[in-house]
Structures are given as C-alpha cells and as structure tokens.
C-alpha cells in the first residue's frame, strides 16, 4: 500500500493519462502521498482521487497535482515558486522537489501546523510556510518563476502578479461566468501588455477564500 511499488504504479497511470513532463513525474514518484493523509484514509492514498484533510479542505487527486506542476513547469526549470492553499502540503512537497524555493501560504492555522509536521517528516528544507491570506497582496518582498494557486477563484488574482518574473506562470482553477460549479485549469502568462489567459481541463476544487481562520 505504502511501497515505492504502488507509487510507481501511479506514476505509470498518470503518464498514461497523458502527464508528459518526466520531471513532474519523478517528483510525484519521490514524494509517498500516505504520508499526508489521515491513518483511516492511507489505503486510498494512491488512488486517483481528492481525499479529506479535516477543515473542509482536501488534498487534490494526484493527477491534478501532476498536471498543475506540469503546466507550471512549461518545460522550464523553476527557481522559485509561490504557492497559495498549503493545504496538508502534498502539492508543496512535489513542488519542492522541482523548485529550488517554495514560498507557500496557508489561511487555515490547524493546516499549517499539519503541513509543517508532513514537511518535517520528510525532510523537506527548501519550503518557507507563512500562515496568512494568499488571495490578495502578500506584502512580502520575493520574485518568482511560477505560482500555483490551489482553490478554484472567480477572477484572476490579478494582485499576486506582482510576484511573477518576466515570462512567469500562473496556474489556478478559475469558475467558469455563467455556468455553475464548473472550473477549469487556466494558465496565465505575464506579457509586455499584460498578461494572456490560456484553458485547460475541467476540475473541481474548493473556493478561493479571503482571511485567516
């Protein structure tokens, strides 16, 4: 259940479902998903699927992991990378593992201590966790290739922008106008005019929200 043998199973399910970045998928290998869910849920740690962390949050499906740390990536090595919803830590985890720096934020304080105790557990040293409101200004000083937002937004939070170099990436699930509860993997890129808007696949994730708890 728990062995490098499971994980590579999924590895080789995620790659047949179309996750191409062998980066990405080497870090979905190094990193046991078991590790970050509850003891009652670690036999379904490995299925593809979204799972209850506590606090009305879950840790995403793995492929969603995958294909937002893919679609980060772009084929690009990535010095640092800002991620918003820390959640348990599992996405930080895989981002650390193709990030030389992960600067995540979490707003649900009981989920920081349990993503800092999972990170510690693994040895994970090039993540900086910071208990705050990541859907606005961070008033925090950093520059980032990447950023990853894992709650699904109504609009683009046009205020972490700030954060991206030249040719940076977003990835967020954004809700579609019009049609209730759907959302879509969305990629924005900073441009000399502003930034572009790229769509992707169809997801379901828990709500962007405002303020700490």
């Known amino acids: 259940m728990t ?12 790659r047949a479902e179309g996750i191409r970045d062998e980066v990405v998928l080497a870090a979905i290998n190094a990193v046991p998903r078991h590790i ?7 036999i379904r740690a490995y299925d593809d699927a979204a799972l209850p962390i506590g606090e009305g949050q879950t840790i ?12 980060a ?3 690009r090595a990535l010095d640092a990378v800002l991620e918003i919803g820390t959640g348990c830590g599992y996405q930080t985890a895989v981002l650390a593992h193709v990030a030389k720096t992960v600067y ?15 990170l510690q557990a693994l040895k ?7 208990h705050g409101d990541g859907s606005s200004d961070l008033g925090e000083d950093i520059a ?6 894992t709650a699904a937004a109504t609009h683009v939070p046009t205020a972490l922008l700030r954060y991206l170099k030249p040719r940076g990436r977003m990835v967020l699930p954004l809700a579609i106008a019009g049609d209730a509860g759907a959302q879509r993997l ?15 696949d169809a997801v379901r994730f828990v709500p962007l929200l405002s303020g700490t708890a």
Request: proline content about 1%; glycine content about 4%.
């Open 3 to 14: 062995s490098d043998r499971t994980r590579a199973r999924m590895v080789a399910r995620l």
């Open 60 to 71: 995403s499906q793995p492929w969603v992991v995958a294909r937002m740390t893919e679609l």
């Open 36 to 42: 970050f869910v509850e003891q009652a849920m670690a």
């Open 186 to 200: 969305t990629l924005v890129e900073t441009a000399a005019n502003g930034y572009r808007e790229r769509t992707f």
């Open 144 to 149: 980032v290739d990447a950023i990853i937002v």
């Open 73 to 75: 990536r772009s084929g």
């Open 104 to 118: 995540t934020v979490e707003r649900i304080g009981a989920l920081v201590v349990k993503a800092r105790r999972n």
């Open 124 to 130: 994970i040293k090039n993540v900086r966790l910071k």
